[in-house]
């Protein structure tokens, strides 16, 4: 028996927002699975945007640890350490490497942050690592914003293009959805085109809502105006 990193990414998944819906995480959230999509190559597995809490995940049966993953970590120490060293401690508090491997009936799980998995992996379970991550003191003990955050997504992408196969802008491999809430509990589902939206607060997010909104409106008005001018001149036709 076996057990893929899609069914492990799926559990953990389920369970991080489980969890978070018991800690009583504040509106907007997001958790995106972009294991085998474009992302995948040119991010990661899973990113995770919540307030104050910003993660990218990358996924590995140990079984299947190949040269690739190394190969990625090269291009991305080299290119990082070209840029300013802040962002060496964003990606240790954010970019995290999980490995599992079946034991028995147990899953092994090892965790370290990218940077360092070849050299620093330590035991831990799936379910402290989903505490961690909530808890979010390897973030806030850094004082990471979002928007650092976001430069970090751009600076693994454009690290990730040299290695074979990785193609892809910051933004431009697909859009994401957003879990924005009410205080009555209802949930609303919001499509975002850029993925560096990921990082959105509430404030933020109605924001663009309202934009949205307005926006819509005024296309609205636009066709309807143009439709008017429309039959107005249909009609002047028929006069002649």
């Known amino acids: 028996m076996d057990i893929y990193e899609n069914v492990v990414i799926g559990g953990f998944i389920y369970a991080l927002g489980f969890r978070a819906g018991q800690k009583a995480f504040s509106m907007p959230t997001n958790i995106n699975l972009l294991q085998q999509t474009p992302m995948d190559k040119s991010l990661a597995d899973v990113l995770i945007g919540m307030p104050d809490v910003y993660y990218l995940l990358e996924f590995k049966r140990r079984a299947n640890k190949g040269t690739k993953e190394a190969q990625k970590l090269a291009f991305l120490q080299r290119y990082l350490s070209q840029d300013n060293p802040r962002y060496l401690e964003v990606s240790r508090g954010t970019h995290l490497y999980i490995e599992t491997e079946l034991s028995g009936e147990h899953l092994a799980t090892r965790c370290s942050t990218y940077l360092d998995f070849q050299n620093e992996l330590k035991p831990i379970s799936l379910e402290r690592v989903v505490d961690v991550l909530l808890e979010g003191t390897l973030v806030r003990h850094r004082g990471i914003t979002g928007e650092e955050c976001c430069h970090y997504l751009g600076l693994v992408q454009q690290a990730y293009k040299a290695v074979d196969g990785v193609e892809g802008d ?27 939206q990921f990082t959105m607060t509430r404030e933020m997010l109605e924001k663009l809502q309202h934009e949205q909104v307005l926006q819509r409106e005024n296309v609205m008005k636009r066709t309807r105006s143009r439709s008017r001018g429309i039959g107005r001149g249909r009609g002047q036709s028929r006069g002649l």
């Not at 910051?170 to 560096?196: E, N």
């Open 170 to 196: 910051s933004g431009s491999s697909g859009g994401f959805i957003i879990v924005g809430g009410t205080t009555s509990g209802t949930l609303k589902f919001v499509t975002l085109p850029d993925i560096r």
